[in-house]
C-alpha cells in the first residue's frame, strides 16, 4: 500500500522552512535558490558518473544497452540513460522502526 497526501514540491518545502522560522534570517525565495544550487550540485554529481544518496533517496544514471567494443560511444538509437532510486538511510531508518 502507498500512502501519500499528494505531491510535495521545493515550493511547499520552502513554505514549511519559512513558517517553522528555521532559518528566520532568510526569505522563501533564498532558501528555494539554496534548494535549486543543491539540486543542481547532485545533478552535476550525477553527470560525473557518482551515485548521490540525500538521505531519503540514493540516485544513480543507469546506461541500457550493448556496446559493441571499448571505444564504441553512446547512441541515441541503441542506448537510453535513466536514473535508479533506492531507499537512502533516513528511508531505511524510519523502516526499520516500523513506522
Same mark, same amino acid.
Given at each position: 500500500? @502507498?500512502?501519500?497526501? /499528494?505531491? =510535495?514540491? &521545493?515550493?511547499?518545502? *520552502?513554505?514549511?522552512?519559512?513558517? !517553522?522560522?528555521?532559518?528566520?534570517?532568510? %526569505?522563501?525565495? $533564498?532558501?528555494?535558490?539554496?534548494?535549486?544550487?543543491?539540486?543542481?550540485?547532485?545533478? *552535476?554529481?550525477?553527470? &560525473? +558518473?557518482? *551515485?548521490? &544518496? &540525500?538521505?531519503? =533517496?540514493? =540516485? $544513480?544514471?543507469?546506461?541500457? +544497452? %550493448? #556496446?559493441? %567494443?571499448?571505444?564504441?560511444? #553512446? !547512441?541515441?538509437?541503441?542506448? %537510453?540513460?535513466?536514473?535508479? !532510486? @533506492?531507499? /537512502?538511510?533516513?528511508?531505511?531508518?524510519?523502516?526499520?522502526?516500523?513506522?
Amino acid at each position: 500500500m @502507498t500512502i501519500s497526501r /499528494g505531491v =510535495c514540491t &521545493d515550493e511547499d518545502i *520552502a513554505n514549511d522552512i519559512v513558517i !517553522s522560522g528555521l532559518l528566520e534570517n532568510m %526569505s522563501k525565495e $533564498q532558501i528555494l535558490s539554496v534548494m535549486e544550487t543543491a539540486r543542481n550540485a547532485r545533478l *552535476a554529481r550525477l553527470a &560525473d +558518473g557518482y *551515485a548521490v &544518496d &540525500d538521505g531519503i =533517496c540514493k =540516485c $544513480q544514471l543507469k546506461i541500457k +544497452g %550493448s #556496446f559493441e %567494443s571499448e571505444s564504441d560511444t #553512446f !547512441s541515441r538509437e541503441r542506448h %537510453s540513460v535513466s536514473i535508479s !532510486s @533506492t531507499a /537512502g538511510e533516513f528511508h531505511k531508518a524510519i523502516h526499520h522502526r516500523g513506522v
